[in-house]
């Protein structure tokens, strides 16, 4: 089963519609604000890249968006649906994967096994049926075996589908993870500073298969990410957070000149 | 399936008889109960407060919980008994004979279990830092289990009992009683608690070991040996544990099993100060054995142990979806 | 099953060799369930036969547990709750109410299944320590209960006047006919519990443990397959229990006790956290175990009997747990694999490697 087949291409084009809004996202931490009132939209197609000084609330913003945090006020409307209050797995069933910024893999399981969690939305067979070994569950049992060694296939790692996660080498689980997310069928995928630890080939690397996945696979990918050589080149369209506050949004080009971008990033190398 | 010798269910504290011989001379009016409950819970509530010192000092240096923390204080009471009074080991096979003086037997009793604190630490903890959070428990609670089959093989199942530390008539007020060792228990919960507070404000070591708790990478950069740390904080546990072992024993006698239940209710306690606040887990021990002490008395003695777990788990449940929610329950 | 011959590419017969490599479980299963059938050619003694009927028991916890604590990751301190209920249920329901006996197996695993789905709501909400705590706490509650009402339970004297297990008409009488029933529902368990584990589920499960966070955000109900798993490993704790009131007709605290709770968690350690075979491993070494303590103790020092076992435990779980967390059979597989490997690779050493090995 060829790649492209195995993970179904959708019609990969930026589209003017709406995949992703956040209104007015709010989390309070104790005291702290982590993030403030915060809104932007990600248009389907496009690559989002989300930027600011460390501890700006970008990771939040990733927690408040696939469910693990609860919002302590405005909504998130992902695919017509009103994601606020949903648990994480549910959010994830509706199509929204992510990559963690330090690795979160099972290292308790093989690199394929991983992936083929990343299945779980998409298959259904339950304890009953796995305990009797139920036909259709054998079926769909293969099938994910299936689907998942293509996602392996895709990010390069498939000779490497029986080593067991730990032992990997950083960037090689950063592969794997990715993998796994992709093994979701996402239609949103968002990437934690997945080029942080890299080496300059694995960015380039990391590009190549970023656009790949956009331009092949139709997804649309939010990308929170400090290195901004890959920032400028890959994203569409960038939003600058400081403070949980958004300051600046537009191209990547309208963003670096803009002053309060400047400021904020002032001290920190560009 | 294991069976233990009959007759012991989950070991603990036997009730104060105290209150028991009280309840049978007949008539107490409504107030001299409650006060009587209030003594009782306070002198229960003072071990409580204690081993769950123990607990805290411990996790808050290693980040470990210790669940032997109990056995600490049985195994305090019943070196102490042998070490003062004739007594029958291994099944009345060999006869230890000492007979020191009581300061001395709990003295030389406090340095040993203090020891062997040391000596598991060394044995069993350190060997396995850095394993899995199931892993570490799965240690304490081995060690536990050891220290309480070690209790048993030594000293049979028999609750021992120790003199009161001043004999002497009890005190009367309003109609209840306050036993001399009652006091002797308060006092000596208060005075550690004391001690405590000067040991941790205004020593060096003390200030060490609050560093490591802090913050142990920056602690090692400052030159304090985190190991060091963790063996002491773990003989200071144990030290702890064993004064309020011997202490509560002339009250309520101590058996090998008494151990399981105190390290349960300390913990308990100290949980209250979500494991790493000491003044809270001090306070939280004296509410813990007001429960008991209230619930045994008004609503029904046999589930006394019940009603400490049924606060525990109020607590717990309230705590993990509330405030302190995420913080406390991820261990 | 490949009916090509690998080696000539032509069709060709059955090829044993390949078969068991594809099915390991399937046939370690099924040579498991042929040993046990025949085994009691071999056992005749009546005391050793029961002995193997306890080990039954245990199996049917120790997996149970294996997959709530191993491969779940949520630790659990109070399993023998499971297990009393079922044999107290069983009991009163056939001993006062008169109910035959696989109705009443039946309804003591619902029962039991119920009980722990409502006590997984609230106590899942806590991890590592606090859960720890919860489960010892919730088992010395039950204990407490099982011994204060007396008229539901007997008290500390137990539920006396079960009756036999019986098939039918049939009614069971002796060691051989429990032995039989006992290993062909662990036999049930087993398979179950394999195949569950090399599942979708199995995978889910084990993520989890890893990660619970990561599993969410894969899709995984952590909650819901918290509570499934818990009930799983409660209804097969019940219908060890129930058997255990059929075979000794008599219940008492003991089954409750959380020392065995205890004990079902050096099963578990013994066995490998997450090894559904080192379930039937860490049953059996340490129901032999003890055993053998009882036996020799009394010999060794005058007047001793149960009291080392206690010690023992404690010391095994220890050990164990700082040296071969993974258990006593992975631990040694691994040992054994790292020589293999470090052989493999100095393949220009193969002359001296037998005595370069470390």
């Known amino acids: ?48 890249a989300i930027i600011g000084p460390n501890g700006a609330g970008k990771t939040t913003v990733f927690n408040l968006l696939t469910g693990v945090l609860p919002l302590d006020g405005g909504e998130i409307i992902f695919r ?131 656009r790949r996945l956009r331009d092949e696979q139709g997804i649309t990918i939010l990308l929170i990410e400090h290195d901004m050589h890959l920032v400028m080149g890959i994203a569409d369209r960038v939003v600058v957070i400081n403070y949980g506050e958004k300051i600046a949004e537009g191209t990547p080009e309208e963003v670096q000149a803009d002053e309060r971008v400047i400021a904020a990033y002032l001290g920190e190398d560009l | 399936m294991m069976k233990e010798p009959a007759g012991q269910g989950a070991g603990g504290l036997r009730p104060p008889h105290e209150l028991e011989e009280r309840r049978e001379r007949g008539f107490m009016s409504l107030e001299s109960q409650l006060l009587q409950y209030l003594f009782a819970g306070l002198t229960l509530g003072s071990i409580y407060a204690l081993i769950a010192l123990g607990f805290v000092t411990i996790y808050n240096v290693t980040g470990i919980v210790n669940f032997a923390q109990g056995d600490f204080a049985m195994l305090g009471a019943l070196i102490t008994v042998t070490l003062y009074q004739r007594t029958g080991l291994f099944n009345r096979v060999i006869t230890v004979d000492l007979q020191l003086p009581l300061p001395l037997a709990i003295v030389v ?181 007001l ?28 705590w993990a979806s509330g405030l302190f929610g995420r913080r406390l329950v991820e261990a | 099953m490949s009916t090509v011959n690998r080696k000539t590419g032509l069709p060709g017969r059955f090829q044993l060799a390949d078969w068991i490599t594809h099915h390991q479980n399937l046939a370690a299963f099924l040579a498991l369930a042929a040993m046990l059938a025949i085994l009691p050619l071999w056992v005749t003694n009546n005391y050793q036969r029961s002995i193997l009927v306890f080990i039954g028991f245990n199996t049917m916890l120790t997996v149970g547990l294996s997959l709530l604590m191993g491969y779940t990751g949520q630790i659990s301190l109070g399993h023998a709750v499971f297990f009393g209920c079922g044999a107290y249920i069983t009991g009163l329901l056939t001993a006062r109410y008169n109910w035959s006996p696989w109705p009443a197996i039946v309804a003591a695993a ?88 090399n599942s979708r589920v199995g995978r889910a499960l084990r993520a989890i443990h890893a990660s619970e966070l990561a599993a969410g955000t894969m899709g995984v109900e952590v909650d819901a397959f918290k509570l499934k798993v818990l009930t799983l490993s409660a209804v097969y704790a019940s219908l060890a229990g129930s058997l255990f009131a059929f075979y000794l007709q008599i219940v008492t605290p003991s089954s409750f006790s959380f020392i065995f709770s205890i004990e079902l968690v050096v099963m578990v350690a013994v066995g490998g956290l997450s090894s559904i075979w080192g379930a039937i491993f860490g049953a059996a070494s340490v129901t032999l175990l003890g055993e053998a303590l009882r036996n020799i103790m009394p010999r060794l020092v005058r007047g001793a009997s149960a009291e080392a076992e206690l010690l023992a435990f404690g010391l095994i779980l220890v050990i164990i747990m700082i040296f071969m967390p993974d258990g006593l059979t992975a631990g040694v597989a691994k040992r054994l694999r790292a020589r293999r490997q470090a052989r493999r690779e100095a393949p220009g050493r193969t002359e001296q490697s037998a005595d370069a090995m470390p």
């Open chain 1, 1 to 48: 089963m060829s790649v492209q087949a195995a993970v179904a291409p959708r019609t990969a084009q930026k589209s003017a519609q709406v995949v992703l809004e956040a209104r007015r996202i709010h989390k309070v931490f104790g005291g702290l604000v982590a993030v403030n009132n915060l809104s932007f939209t990600v248009y389907e197609g496009e690559i989002l």
């Open chain 1, 80 to 210: 017509g649906h009103r994601l606020n209050g949903l648990p994480p797995h549910a959010i994830a069933r509706l199509g929204m994967a992510r990559t963690f910024q330090n690795v979160h893999l099972f290292d308790n399981m093989t690199v394929l096994e991983n992936v083929m969690v990343g299945r779980h939305p998409r298959s259904r067979y339950g304890f009953l049926e796995a305990a009797l070994r139920v036909p259709w569950a054998r079926r769909e049992e293969q099938e994910i075996r299936e689907h998942s060694t293509a996602c392996l296939e895709l990010v390069g790692m498939a000779d490497l589908a029986d080593e067991l996660a730990g032992n990997l080498p950083f960037g090689q689980q950063r592969l794997v993870e990715l993998a796994r997310a992709l093994a979701t069928e996402p239609a949103c995928l968002l990437l934690d500073e997945p080029a942080s630890g890299l080496s300059h080939q694995e960015v380039a690397a990391l590009d190549a298969l970023i």
């Open chain 2, 109 to 289: 009793a406090v340095i040993l279990t203090t020891l062997i604190g040391v000596v598991l630490y060394v044995l069993a903890i350190r060997p396995a830092r850095g394993a899995s959070v199931i892993s570490l428990i799965i240690i304490t609670i081995g060690l536990s289990i050891a220290l309480r089959g070690l209790g048993l093989i030594i000293w049979w199942t028999d609750p021992y009992p120790l003199p009161v530390f001043t004999p002497g008539p009890p005190i009367e007020i309003a109609g209840a009683v306050l036993t001399r060792q009652n006091v002797w228990v308060i006092g000596t919960m208060l005075a550690i608690v004391i001690g405590l507070y000067l040991f941790f404000e205004h020593t060096l070591l003390g200030k060490a070991l609050r560093a490591c708790a802090v913050n142990r990478d920056a602690a090692r950069l400052m030159g304090i040996k985190a190991d060091q740390m963790a063996l002491f904080s773990f003989a200071l546990g144990a030290a702890v544990s064993a004064i309020a072992g011997i202490v509560i024993t002339p009250s309520t006698f101590m058996a090998y099993d008494s151990g399981t239940l105190l390290s349960l209710k300390g913990f308990v306690a100290a949980i209250m100060g979500g494991l790493t606040n000491a003044p809270l887990a001090v306070v939280g021990g004296l509410l813990l054995g």
């Open chain 2, 291 to 318: 429960v008991e002490a209230f619930g045994a008395g008004l609503l029904s003695s046999a589930y006394k142990d019940a009603f400490a777990f049924l606060t525990m788990f109020v607590l717990l449940l309230v």
């Open chain 3, 110 to 197: 619902v029962l039991t299944g119920l009980l722990a789905y409502l006590v997984g709501v609230p106590i899942f909400k806590l991890r590592g320590h606090y859960l720890a705590m919860a489960t010892l706490g919730l088992n010395i509650i039950f204990e407490t209960v099982v011994v204060t009402e007396t008229g539901w339970t007997g008290g500390s004297n137990g539920l006396l006047g079960i009756p036999r297990l019986s098939i039918g008409p049939w009614v069971l009488k002796s060691e051989l006919s429990y032995y039989y029933v006992t290993w062909a529902m662990t036999l049930a368990i087993l398979a179950v519990s394999l195949n569950i584990v």
